[in-house]
């Protein structure tokens, strides 16, 4: 199965500043229809997962213009450019492109 | 609006088994792609499964092939995971999941398993 490696595994974030995630992949993600199926999970404490981007770098409906994705290949990242309150949890990378999907271990965004 | 309510969580021995449900509303059913995504309590997510819309392709992760089946009924908007041969790592809260762009999308709030004797 396809490696999913994140970093940093724990993020404090002061409110208002930028954060960045960084996700690898232990092999390439794009499919054979020229996609690259990379996502990004937000888990709010005690919800349910939503995804925030698919494909790399589009935001899914209702997702602030904050959050933002790019790579290519194997390396990715996620970048929140002002952090709100709301958006304190965990952080998950996901690839679809090599079935079964595959996760990264996540990363604990939190308030310093 | 998309809602997925699962059901069929509980407490059971290790050896036995369990099937899940997971009732669809608010989107076409028949016309997605479903899977059921796991997280054992204070760790992160593992996709379990996911299935065709029709039901004719099946995926499961290496850790639960041979004991974990996973089907719908179109005409019930539900889909189902039976799962066989539990043990305590399969723990976990199961979710169901539509599929969107190869990705789980709109999850319900999940349904807690516990393997336990």
């Known amino acids: 199965d396809v490696v999913m490696t994140q970093s940093p595994l724990s993020l404090p974030v002061t409110l208002g500043q930028p954060a960045s995630i960084s996700c690898r992949s232990s092999q390439s993600l794009v499919y054979i229809d020229g996609n690259t199926y990379l996502n990004w999970f937000q888990q709010r404490p005690g919800q349910s997962p939503r995804r925030l981007i698919y494909?790399?770098?589009n935001r899914d409906s209702g997702v602030p213009d904050r959050f933002s994705g790019s790579g290519s290949g194997t390396d990715f990242t996620l970048k929140i450019s002002r952090v709100e309150a709301e958006d304190v949890g965990v952080y998950y990378c996901?690839?679809?492109?090599?079935?079964?999907?595959?996760f990264g271990q996540g990363t604990k965004l939190e308030i310093k | 609006e998309v809602q997925l309510v699962e059901s069929g969580g509980g407490l059971v021995q290790p050896g036995g088994s369990l099937r899940l449900s997971c009732a669809a509303s608010?989107?076409?059913?028949?016309?997605?792609?479903m899977s059921w995504v796991r997280q054992a309590p204070g760790k992160g997510l593992e996709w379990v499964a996911n299935?065709?819309?029709?039901?004719?392709?099946?995926y499961y992760v290496d850790s639960v092939k041979g004991r974990f089946t996973i089907s719908r009924d179109n005409a019930k908007n539900s889909l189902y995971l039976q799962m066989n041969s539990l043990r305590a790592e399969d723990t976990a809260v199961y979710y169901c999941?539509?599929?969107?762009?190869?990705?789980?999308?709109?999850w319900g709030q999940g349904t807690l398993v516990t393997v336990s004797s």
């Open positions: 996901m690839q679809g492109t090599h079935w079964p999907g595959t």
């Open positions: 608010g989107f076409t059913f028949r016309s997605y792609w």
């Open positions: 999941a539509r599929m969107d762009s190869r990705a789980p999308v709109g």
């Open positions: 494909k790399v770098s």
């Open positions: 299935i065709k819309q029709d039901g004719s392709e099946k």
